[in-house]
């Protein structure tokens, strides 16, 4: 028994900024931006929120798989920006969506989130205990990132994808591994509120994100090929019988050294980042939605998901269409 996924849709704010746009803010320029990472623009939110965007994802992807909210019994959404601690954004989706007989909540792994929520979705079908499962990643970064830092401005974007998935008795999820090393945290982080109560005091917090770049660059280009083989062994299969992968859009750099590392043709790593940028745990699911919805995904069809975020967190998951 295992899971598929039955529909996809992903949202993304109406604002557009390009590099020059950037350009403006902080010392870079398109053609560094570009060749150092791949990214031409991203969407920025001007107002739409983490939940007004997962809350469009979420109804295209049941619209796609022609099911009605109700139907829903588990609601995911990963994010690590929610606009509120609570009531969390899987609640606020599921009352906007009208999925009332879900059981939702939030899941946070950065840019891993989705992944992570894909696979407890699993768990929980596999388990018994749910048949079905809505998914979202949403992001909006953009109030988060430091718009005078140069070494993350240029890199986030805003945006959301979901998928509906559906309890299946051959194929779908074939196998996944997920792991976690807290020990390296401070690598990427950020996004601390103040500790303001009578007894604490004042504390100093972390408002915006901050990261090394080149360990986190080490790391994804280290780990996700050594993930995408475990997950691939686990299912008896090898780098050779995958027809796309469909990776975390953090940089092209990224992803063309992983394609040389696993020995894959870089034309089975689709990209949309050029258009996009990094948008997190919304990455996986706003890639394979345009994938879905430009026809070139078909049944039966072998993928590999895998991503890597601020935790640190990677994993990876094989599955057939
Ligand atoms: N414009 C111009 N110059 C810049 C910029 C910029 N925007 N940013 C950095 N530089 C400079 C640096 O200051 C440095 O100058 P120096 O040599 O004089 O010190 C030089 O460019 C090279 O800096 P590096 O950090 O080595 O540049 P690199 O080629 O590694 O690219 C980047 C930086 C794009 C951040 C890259 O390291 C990267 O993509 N890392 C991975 C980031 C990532 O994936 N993060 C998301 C993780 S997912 C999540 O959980 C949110």
């Known amino acids: 028994m295992s899971i598929r996924i039955m529909g996809t849709g992903s949202a993304l704010p109406g604002r557009r900024v390009e590099n020059r746009e950037i350009v ?5 320029s398109d053609e560094w931006i570009r060749e150092r990472t791949g ?5 920025v939110s001007t107002g739409e929120t983490v939940v007004a965007l997962a809350a469009d994802a979420c109804g295209q992807a049941l619209a796609d798989a022609g099911r009605q909210a109700e139907e829903v019994e588990l609601l995911l959404v990963a994010t690590c920006s929610p606009e ?17 007989n879900a059981v939702a909540f939030d899941l946070n792994a950065a840019c891993a989130g989705f992944l992570f929520a894909l696979h407890t979705a ?10 079905n499962a809505l998914i979202a990643g949403s992001e909006v970064l953009s109030k988060l990132v430091d718009w005078e830092d ?50 604490a005091g004042q504390r100093d917090f972390q408002k915006f994100l901050r990261m090394d770049g080149r360990e986190v660059f080490a790391f994804a280009l280290r780990q ?45 790593f689709p990209m949309n980042l050029d258009q996009v940028g990094n948008t997190s745990s919304a990455a996986i ?15 039966g069809m072998r993928l590999v998901l895998s991503g890597f975020g601020a935790g640190l967190t990677c994993g990876a998951c094989v599955m057939e269409w």
């Not at 699993?122 to 048949?131: H, L, Q, S, T």
């Not at 805003?158 to 997920?178: H, M, N, P, R, W």
């Not at 090929?225 to 062994?233: F, Q, S």
Request: with cysteine; proline share 3%.
């Open 24 to 28: 403006e803010l902080v010392d870079t």
């Open 39 to 43: 990214i031409g623009s991203r969407h």
């Open 84 to 100: 509120d601690v609570a009531p969390c954004m899987a609640c606020q989706v599921q009352s906007r969506i009208g999925a009332g």
């Open 122 to 131: 699993w768990a929980y079908v596999e388990a018994g205990i749910y048949r």
């Open 150 to 199: 140069r070494g993350t401005c240029i890199l986030f974007g805003d945006g959301a994808g979901a998928v509906y998935v559906e309890k299946c008795e051959t194929g779908g999820i074939l196998s996944f591994v997920q792991h976690a090393d807290g020990s390296r945290g401070a690598v990427l982080a950020g996004g601390s509120r103040p500790l303001e109560n009578p007894w």
């Open 224 to 268: 996700v090929p050594l993930n995408v083989e475990e997950a691939l062994g686990k299912a008896h299969l090898t780098v050779g019988d995958v027809e796309l992968f469909v990776l975390h859009q953090a940089n092209r750099r990224i992803i063309e050294g992983i394609s040389k590392r696993l020995g894959a043709d870089i034309s089975l």
């Open 285 to 299: 699911p706003l890639l394979l939605d345009q994938l879905n919805r430009k026809g070139k995904l078909r049944r």
